[in-house]
């Protein structure tokens, strides 16, 4: 709410500073006072889209572009000191770059202007005008180029589906179409109501008609020409985008503002005019009142279609919070993820997600079962559902059979029911069985070893077959602090008196990690530092394929994240598994994220991203703050630092790099650019065979926009592998972002 009165006291000024730039204070004021009651615009101030942040910042663009292009650019204003009009640049070049960074769309709605003001400058050979527009341009990448470099890619790819995608899905018009070009000037009635529309529209047609009686010249003046450029500019553009919604040409609703004030002025200074206006007003403040406030019925706002938009607060009882309270209930001391498998308007993830933001960030909401291929893993991942009867509103097609699942399955229980108000049917929470980690407090009676950590019991399966999960249960006693910050570093190894094998038949994997934060990462205890927990975590581990038969015994290792500070667990030499080629597997959840991440290292390092990257967005809805990225780099981090590759004993080399590829793994994903680039640095001088780790590294270096960086890793990359097509494209890329265009098209031209 306070950002949002930030941006409309931004909305305000840059509106009345407009109108008194191309006019006066009195037009400044009625323009100002017309954003506060267009439906478009209250709407919006409610709403919490990006577009009024977005509308705002445009209209101070515009303002700085208007003053700019006052100290000189037409006679109209005669040219002030080159001081006021460098600092009129400098600043429209730090605004452009802070609209660019509310919303890359602020580009459609000043570009035309500037390119405008920019061919003004080349006709008239005004050269140091059009040297201030390159240096706007110049200044305003100061500002967003440390994002955009960082987010290019994702920038691409959402833009695609948010306009492309969305346009084929909601099956908006072709660009082909009469109705694409009149969509805005069709919804604009509704963004600023027909009363506004008409009574400006006929100030201004009897304004036209006076003055051609009065035999006077009907053209347009230079600041109305300028408004014009504007509105009519970021008009054509929006409309080029094939995805239509009345929210998108909302910064141009302010401009609109001034044009109607500008012809509000038409109707004189007469008493009847005055009277006009005036009504005018009244009935817009009062429009915007009984459309935002119940202070009429419902039905008698609704019957003014095009009068408004109705934002009354919905004062029904809906269950939202209630959902949220039951789970932290459940679970007061953890971090939980409701998967919301309906999607209506009214209780979809975002809502339930909200709500969850409400009670401290505790509870979060994602929708699951989106992929047919997924439904089985995100019922096993997940341990809260929310259904729905009746309408289930907008959902894949796989959501009936994760929805069938959790409600007919053994693996959940309904935790609680709720109707929905006006008969939109009953929402329902379930939740897993057999929690997989719960948390009890203990008495002030619990002593503990100072802020040790102790290991109280592990479970697990006596004989096990290798490359399986294998279902193990650790039940630990701690402080708050000190479970909440705590890193485990868990690693399961053969007992060389035990293996099964001759020393010839020696080759194989001789330990695995399960390596993790407590509870996953999304334990509460430290709300209590100083009070002790058990924490019993029901889970699985992963041997290796290739893991030498024998038995294999636990030794453990607490690493503080806040501290970096560590020390060993004492772990019973009687807590271990004996891995057998004959053992039956044994029924196991899903192996925890750090684990499924480690998992995937070895198609990561031969660059065979796609799957990779399928299941890492799979398992991110799992852990909506995505901690176990944080998990995976700091405990491989820390074994990187003080396990030698070099040792006789395990890890071997292989295993030691595949270490590096899993930290360079989660770094990218945490889109953390210099560690990302500091691990594929060290796994090149370790991997340099291998000519993915080479074109890994030079497509990060691409990513943060360096070609030149990029260049000695493609080179070398295909100097081993140099028929490989996803190695040429980088190689195309690189010499593309260099401005090579010619050798870009010769390298990418076959592969086409």
């Known amino acids: ?297 419902v039905a008698a706002v609704e019957a003014l279609s095009g009068w408004g938009i109705l934002i009354q607060p919905d004062r029904q009882a809906w269950p939202h919070l209630e959902v949220i309270d039951t789970a932290i209930a459940a679970e007061p001391y953890l971090r939980s993820t409701i998967g919301v498998l309906p999607s209506t308007p009214d209780v979809n993830q975002h809502n339930i997600n909200y709500f969850g933001g409400l009670r401290n960030f505790q509870v979060y909401g994602r929708q699951v079962g989106v992929r047919d291929r997924d439904v089985e893993q995100d019922a096993r991942s997940m341990h809260w559902f929310l259904t729905k009867t009746g309408d289930q509103g907008s959902i894949p097609e796989s959501q009936p059979a994760i929805v069938k699942l959790v409600r007919e399955g053994d693996s959940f229980e309904q935790r609680g029911a709720w109707s929905l108000p006006g008969g939109q049917g009953d929402l329902q929470l379930y939740r897993r069985r057999e929690p997989v980690t719960e948390v009890e407090p203990l008495g002030n009676e619990t002593r503990l070893a100072g802020d040790r950590l102790r290991l109280e019991t592990v479970i697990v399966p006596a004989r096990v077959p290798p490359g399986q999960p294998v279902p193990v249960t650790y039940r630990w006693v701690g402080r708050g602090d000190v479970l909440q910050n705590g890193i485990l570093l868990l690693r399961w190894e053969l007992a060389e008196d035990t293996q099964s094998v001759t020393p010839s038949d020696r080759a194989g994997s001789k330990f695995w990690l399960h390596d993790r934060a407590l509870a996953g990462g999304h334990l509460l205890a430290g709300r209590e530092p100083e009070r002790a927990f058990r924490v019993t975590e029901r889970m699985a581990m992963l041997p290796p394929e290739d893991a030498i038969a024998g038995v294999y015994r636990l030794s453990a290792r607490y690493l503080d994240r806040e501290t970096g500070d560590s020390f060993p667990l004492d772990v019973s030499a009687d807590i271990a598994v004996e891995i057998a080629d004959d053992a039956a597997s044994q029924p196991a959840p899903e192996l925890d994220l750090p684990s499924q991440l480690r998992q995937w290292v070895p198609q990561f390092r031969q660059g065979d991203l796609d799957p990779v990257f399928a299941q890492v967005g799979r398992i991110n809805q799992y852990d909506p703050i995505q ?124 592969l086409l």
Not at 49 to 70: E, I, K, N, S
Not at 125 to 135: E, K, S, T
């Open 627 to 750: 901690d176990y990225l944080e998990q995976v780099a700091i405990a491989l981090n820390y074994r990187l630092d003080t396990e030698s590759e070099l040792a006789e004993s395990p890890p071997t080399r292989d295993t030691y790099v595949n270490w590096i590829y899993a930290v360079a793994l989660a770094r990218a994903q945490q889109q953390n650019v210099p560690a990302t680039i500091a691990a594929l640095e060290r796994a090149v001088a370790l991997d340099g065979e291998n000519p993915y780790s080479h074109a890994l590294l030079a497509f990060v270096q691409l990513y943060r926009w360096n070609p030149r960086a990029a260049q000695p890793a493609i080179d070398r990359a295909l100097a081993i592998a140099p028929d490989d097509e996803t190695i040429q494209i980088l190689n195309g890329a690189a010499a593309l972002m260099k401005g090579n265009a010619i050798a870009a098209w010769r390298i990418l031209e076959p």
């Open 1 to 297: 709410m306070w950002g949002m009165a930030v941006f409309n006291a931004v909305m305000l000024g840059s509106t009345f500073g407009v109108g008194v730039a191309l006019a006066s204070v009195e037009i400044g004021l009625w323009a100002a006072g017309l954003t506060v009651v267009m439906p478009g615009l209250y709407r919006m101030r409610l709403e919490f889209w990006q577009d009024f942040p977005l509308a705002a910042m445009v209209m101070l663009g515009f303002l700085g572009l208007t003053l700019w292009r006052a100290t000189g650019e037409t006679r109209a204003w005669q040219p002030r000191s080159l001081a006021q009009e460098l600092g009129g640049a400098i600043a429209f070049g730090l605004i452009l770059g802070l609209a660019l960074l509310t919303k890359q769309t602020a580009l459609f709605f000043l570009a035309v202007p500037m390119a405008w003001l920019g061919i003004g400058a080349i006709l008239r050979r005004h050269w140091g005008r059009l040297g201030q527009l390159v240096g706007v341009i110049a200044l305003s990448a100061l500002v967003w180029w440390p994002w955009y470099s960082s987010n290019w890619f994702l920038m691409l790819t959402a833009g695609k589906r948010a306009t492309v995608d969305s346009a084929a899905i909601e099956g908006d018009p072709s660009l082909a179409s009469l109705d694409a070009w009149t969509f805005y000037a069709r919804v604009l009635p509704h963004s600023v109501t027909w009363p506004l529309v008409v009574v400006p529209g006929i100030g201004l047609v009897g304004y036209g008609i006076w003055r051609w009686r009065q035999g006077r010249s009907l053209k347009l003046d230079a600041n109305v020409a300028w408004l014009l450029v504007f509105l009519v500019g970021g008009y054509v553009l929006s409309t080029l985008n094939v995805n239509k919604d009345s929210r998108y040409i909302l910064p141009l609703l302010p401009g609109v503002a001034v044009g109607m004030a500008m012809a509000l002025s038409r109707w004189g200074q007469k008493l009847w005019g005055r009277q006009v206006c005036g009504a005018l007003a009244g009935l817009s403040v009062g429009l915007a009142v009984v459309h935002t406030f119940p202070v009429v019925p």
